[in-house]
């Protein structure tokens, strides 16, 4: 069964960069699509970008600018990095797998990050 | 970006009754593949969100027959036979038709 687990720290200062792991089991990254996505108190959900089966990403146009995933194939896990945060960034994080045909199929239990000084 | 309307806000439901759910989209979801990329998820109390239908009306693995997704273009709904009190969270339809994917504002279902 795939299984995703985000990590991470849960308190980041305006302006420093927030870092994530998603580890997976059961499935190998090099397959589907890997992607990060937030959901902000109240209910608005985002997505934030996704990694690929080759390596190649793509991001949220939003973030463009702050945002990077990347991948260690060797340890079955992606990773988040979002630059310059503030409070807005303030959310809880979830990483997925994602299908060509069941977009977001396999989801973590999330981690939420709370950006404050 | 895409904007899913999601209605209602949120929706009060008696046990064994029926609830509907709208998804009203402000382009064509359709791919030039002919696919349309329109999914919904459930998120429950305490829990991640799970993909209920993916493809329009495609019923993920898992997922009772009480869930079923319909609509094409811009208008979807989402409709839930015979609640049960699992049903009970916030539900999301999403497109991944367009980039950026983007996610509808949510509707919460609360049982009477």
């Known amino acids: 069964e795939v299984q995703l687990q985000e990590s991470g720290p849960g308190l980041v200062k305006p302006s420093q960069s927030l870092s994530l792991t998603c580890s997976v089991t059961?499935?190998?990254?090099?397959?589907?699509?890997w992607g990060w996505i937030r959901k902000f108190p109240g209910n608005k959900m985002e997505w934030m970008g996704y990694i690929s089966y080759s390596g190649s990403t793509s991001y949220n146009p939003s973030l463009k600018s702050r945002i990077s995933i990347t991948r260690d194939t060797s340890k079955n896990q992606f990773f988040l990095q979002l630059n310059s945060v503030t409070t807005e960034d303030t959310a809880t994080y979830y990483c997925?797998?994602?299908?060509?045909?069941?977009?977001?199929?396999?989801w973590g239990q999330g981690v939420m990050v709370t950006v404050s000084s | 970006d895409v904007v899913l309307t999601q209605t209602p806000v949120s929706l009060s439901v008696t046990l064994g009754d029926q609830a509907s759910i709208s998804c009203r989209s402000s382009?064509?979801?359709?791919?030039?593949?002919?696919?349309?990329?329109l999914e919904w998820y459930l998120q429950k109390p305490g829990q991640s969100p799970q993909l209920l239908i993916y493809g329009v009306s495609n019923r993920f693995s898992g997922v009772p027959d009480r869930f079923i997704g319909s609509g094409s273009g811009t208008d979807f709904t989402l409709k839930i036979s015979r609640v049960e009190p699992e049903d009970l969270g916030v539900y999301y339809c999403f497109q991944a038709t367009h980039d950026p994917l983007t996610f509808g504002s949510g509707t919460k279902l609360e049982i009477k």
């Open positions: 997925a797998r994602s299908h060509w045909e069941t977009p977001f199929d396999y």
């Open positions: 382009q064509s979801l359709e791919y030039s593949d002919g696919y349309t990329y």
């Open positions: 059961g499935y190998s990254i090099t397959s589907n699509y």
